[in-house]
């Protein structure tokens, strides 16, 4: 089995910055697509980022210019940092993934979540 564990999020202060973390773990021969997903209380789930193997990245409008989306390999680990945080990104944060866990099979697996408040 494979498992996502994030860390980074936290109390900050509108205007503020935060880095998120994501490692993975277990048994696979290599990490597709990685990206990160937020949901706010009464709201669905939205993508915030996401990047490839390759390393073309995709933004939320909402985002943009604002977060990047990072990945090492070598650690098996994508990165959100987050920089001029706004009230309006108060949110559960989730990285996902796809794995390569046989030749022929892949398999979608979320984090656990990390909380991010943003107060004014």
């Known amino acids: 089995q494979v498992q996502l564990v994030e860390s980074g999020g936290g109390l900050v202060q509108a205007g503020g910055s935060l880095r998120l973390s994501c490692a993975a773990s277990?048994?696979?021969?290599?990490?597709?697509?990685m990206a990160w997903f937020r949901q706010a209380p009464g709201k669905q789930r939205e993508l915030v980022a996401a990047i490839t193997s390759g390393g073309r990245t995709n933004y939320a409008d909402s985002v943009k210019d604002r977060f990047t989306i990072s990945r090492d390999n070598a650690k098996n680990t994508v990165y959100l940092q987050m920089n001029s945080l706004k009230p309006e990104d108060t949110a559960v944060y989730y990285c996902?993934?796809?794995?390569?866990?046989?030749?022929?099979?892949?398999?979608?697996?979320w984090g656990q979540g990390t909380q991010v408040t943003v107060s004014s």
């Open positions: 277990g048994t696979f021969f290599s990490i597709n697509a």
């Open positions: 996902n993934a796809d794995f390569q866990i046989r030749i022929t099979s892949r398999v979608n697996y």
